[in-house]
């Protein structure tokens, strides 16, 4: 009997004790049906970002993760899309989903790369090679922080990004991102 890689991962997992923290449950394998929504956005968040609310909240705000996601969702449906929401703290399993996404029914990526931003060409390689447009996210505003952070590998494969809002970013990229695959749509013969 043969297995997908990612039933693979997710079985490994499960016997590690979920040792890989997501802030939601792993990809749907339910086939888009007439009544799906027309536009599927995958939020996807990188490492550290499941600690949001904990971790330095005079930067990153009090917010959680799963906050952000409830809100992510209720915005969504009131833009007459749906968003499946990601955090992980494992560079290749970002990569996967990235990788995946278009073939996983998707029509674009609300990605917070966390710390991966600014030194993961792999990342990049990722975005280029969806052939999905993808919208980069950061609660802080890297530019105006430390040196190092002032470098995105990602963005010069995203369509827009929104940094330093808080947790409204997430929101502003998401509608950002639908009005641009709407647009795509609108224009295409």
Partial sequence: MSSSPRA??????AARGGA???????????????RSPA????VASGPNLGRLGRREPHIYGTAT???????LEARASGLGAAVECRQTNH?????????A????????????????????VALLDAV???ALPCVEVHLSNPDAREAFRRRSYVAAACVGRIAGFGARSYLLALEGLVAHVSSARSAAP
Avoid at 20 to 34: G, I, M, Q
Avoid at 65 to 71: D, K, P, Q
């Fill in 128 to 130: 280029r090679g969806s």
């Fill in 20 to 34: 890989r923290a997501r802030a939601t449950s792993a990809p749907s394998s339910t086939p888009r049906t007439e």
């Fill in 39 to 42: 536009i599927r956005v995958l």
């Fill in 8 to 13: 693979a991962r997710a079985a490994g997992a």
């Fill in 91 to 99: 560079e290749g399993e970002l990569l996967d989903w990235i990788g």
């Fill in 65 to 71: 993760l799963a906050e952000i996601h409830a809100t």
């Fill in 101 to 120: 996404a278009e073939n996983d029914g998707f029509h674009g990526v609300v990605l917070n790369p966390g710390g991966l931003t600014h030194t993961s």
